[in-house]
């Protein structure tokens, strides 16, 4: 027998109409580009959202064709989010991170038809795009006074004169649920990047899970801070539970120093943050030497590396905010869990306390997960035993865009890459990656592409590239190297090798370390873990 409720479905347009019915006055503020404030409300991210509805009307794009964007938090990204998946369209929210050939090639593999990009990546869009063989609008989000008289690119239109002269009503078209909404590329396994392909469905479940009290608790109440990029797994969702629950959304767009980021959090009040922790560490860096206080800061979520303990203490003891550790993945929308205390752990000291935050934390309602061991069984919840972290849910990827990399599951898990355990109350510890990747700064760079470089090199036999702690950066590249027998190459000479490369700078090892030989398991595979226990006493030389 059938239930008798009605079936609407879950629309990102019906989060936009929610916000401009119920929170229309709740501002959305924003550092723009040009260094000033902008400040309006969520009545206004509506009726622009249905501005840029039009103005994609206007481009004759069809249903799920794919719409690009190269910029930070603002105001402008945030009416693309809605106007764009609310009117059928997908969203490709790209990294500008990466190296400019790197972004050619995912805006040619998702099949971009439009990118709308900030100014500041005027330099990138100038280097790509004669090679974005399927773009055919290029939008710069700015005043039509402000957009460049000679950039070189065809066409180019500011984003005011593109939207200004559109309509400001539009009917949100009804469509399955299970429509593509937005993407979202990661470089987090091997080979080419492959996207993440939300849906409106998976954003919305999404979109309630986050807002609930013991994971990010959002509510009308709060003035929302991501520093947690946009095109970083859509600011792990915040633009959407913002929608939802009518929070105020602060934006930090480019300005993500200690200074500014400080600054902007008393300015505007805000009440909660998220971040990965580095973008923290130059908060506190900046807080710490004139003893700076915050007003109305009460949580910050960080997540995207592990959370160190030092972070954790001086939020907690020395500010009095609470830090709520979160795990994630651009395959999962992120989120997976998140460390909150449950009713029993409140009378526990606070260094048993601490033993449980620095843990990635508990399964939200929606997220399975499982550890397995080498032989593929399942491992017990006892916090000792660890294994292969395995998760599934309906916001977590079942295939890549294209099929890329094939069926990715594993009897219906999404295998993460993560190594952890899981103790006997459900919470997870990420203890290490069995993923070849390295993570600086909440981005990744592959240790594949690394080590293809060095092995260019003819004086190079063989390259095993690994991450070591950093303390700013999480963790840096170094590339441990065999030299072919009777072939002499310096340290300064690889480095220089890199220069010209398909990596970004920040993406180049910090060092090279020679050794007589790498450690290889029975199938000839780089031992990883062997090779980082070798190195476990090296020391990154001082920048
Ligand atoms: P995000 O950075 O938003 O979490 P990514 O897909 O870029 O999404 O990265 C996911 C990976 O980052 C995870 O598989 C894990 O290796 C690492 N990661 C994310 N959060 C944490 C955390 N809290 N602690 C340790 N590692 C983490």
Redesign the pocket.
């Known amino acids: 027998m059938l239930g008798l409720m009605q079936s609407q479905p879950l629309l990102i347009s019906s989060l936009i109409d929610f916000a401009e019915r119920h929170h229309g006055d709740a501002e959305v503020v924003s550092r723009r580009v040009e260094g000033d404030l902008h400040r309006y409300t969520y009545r206004d991210v509506a009726a622009r959202s249905r501005q840029v509805a039009n103005a994609l009307d206007a481009l004759k794009l069809g249903f799920s064709d794919r719409v690009a964007t190269l910029a930070w938090n603002g105001y402008r990204h945030l009416e693309l989010y809605f106007g764009v998946s609310g009117s059928g369209r997908v969203l490709h929210t790209v990294n500008p991170r990466l190296h400019p050939d790197q972004i050619a090639w995912i805006a040619n593999h998702a099949e971009d038809q439009v990118m709308c990009f900030d100014l500041t990546f005027l330099p990138i869009i100038q280097a790509v795009h004669a090679k974005c063989t399927t773009i055919k609008h290029w939008i710069a989000m700015c005043d039509a006074d402000r957009l460049p008289a000679d950039s070189g690119i065809p066409k180019l239109t500011s984003y005011e004169t593109w939207v200004g002269a559109q309509p400001d009503t539009y009917a949100w078209p009804s469509f399955d649920e299970n429509s593509a909404s937005s993407m979202?590329y990661?470089s987090?396994t091997t080979g080419n990047p492959k996207a993440?392909l939300y849906s409106h469905r998976s954003t919305i479940l999404h979109a309630y899970a986050a807002a609930l009290p013991d994971v990010m608790c959002l509510s009308a109440r709060d003035s929302i801070l991501p520093v947690?990029p946009m095109f970083?797994?859509n600011a792990?969702g915040i633009p959407y539970s913002a929608a939802l629950t009518g929070a105020k959304l602060v934006f930090p767009g480019p300005a993500l120093d200690g200074k500014s980021v400080y600054e902007l959090i008393e300015a505007e009040k805000v009440s909660y943050a998220a971040g990965?922790p580095t973008v923290w560490q130059m908060l506190l860096g900046h807080m710490k030497p004139d003893n700076l206080r915050f007003t109305t800061l009460k949580r910050t979520v960080?997540?995207?590396?592990?959370?160190p303990p030092a972070m954790i203490t001086a939020f907690n003891d020395d500010y009095g905010v609470e830090v709520l550790?979160?795990?994630?993945?651009?395959?999962?929308s992120?989120l997976?869990?998140l460390c909150t205390l449950k009713n029993k752990h409140l009378e526990m000291t606070a260094d048993e306390k601490m033993k449980i935050r620095l843990k990635?934390?508990r399964a939200i309602y929606g997220v399975d997960m499982k550890i397995v061991g080498d032989d593929g069984q399942e491992l017990p919840w006892d916090g000792k035993a660890f294994g292969d972290?395995y998760v599934r849910g309906p916001w977590i990827v079942r295939e890549y865009f294209k099929g890329e990399g094939g069926d990715p599951l594993v009897d219906g898990w999404f295998p993460?890459?993560?190594v952890a355990t899981i103790d006997a109350d459900g919470y997870m510890q990420?203890t290490d990656?069995s993923?070849d990747?390295i993570?600086s700064g909440?981005?990744?760079i592959s240790s594949i592409d690394i080590e293809n470089i060095a092995v260019a090199h003819p004086a190079v036999a063989m390259a095993a590239c690994i991450g070591v702690p950093h303390p700013k950066w999480d963790e840096r590249p170094i590339v441990a190297i065999v030299r072919k027998p009777g072939m002499d190459v310096t340290r300064e000479e690889l480095l220089a090798f890199y220069q010209g490369k398909t990596v970004a700078k920040w993406q180049v090892p910090d060092d090279i370390v020679f050794v007589d030989a790498i450690p290889l398991g029975a199938t000839g595979k780089i031992l990883k873990t062997r090779l980082r226990e070798i190195l476990k006493d090296y020391k990154l030389p001082a920048a």
């Open positions: 979202c990661t987090g993440a947690v970083h797994v792990w990965v960080i997540g995207g590396s592990a959370c550790h979160a795990w994630g993945m651009t395959e999962m992120p997976g869990t990635q934390g972290l993460t890459g993560d990420i990656r993923k990747v993570k909440g981005e990744w």
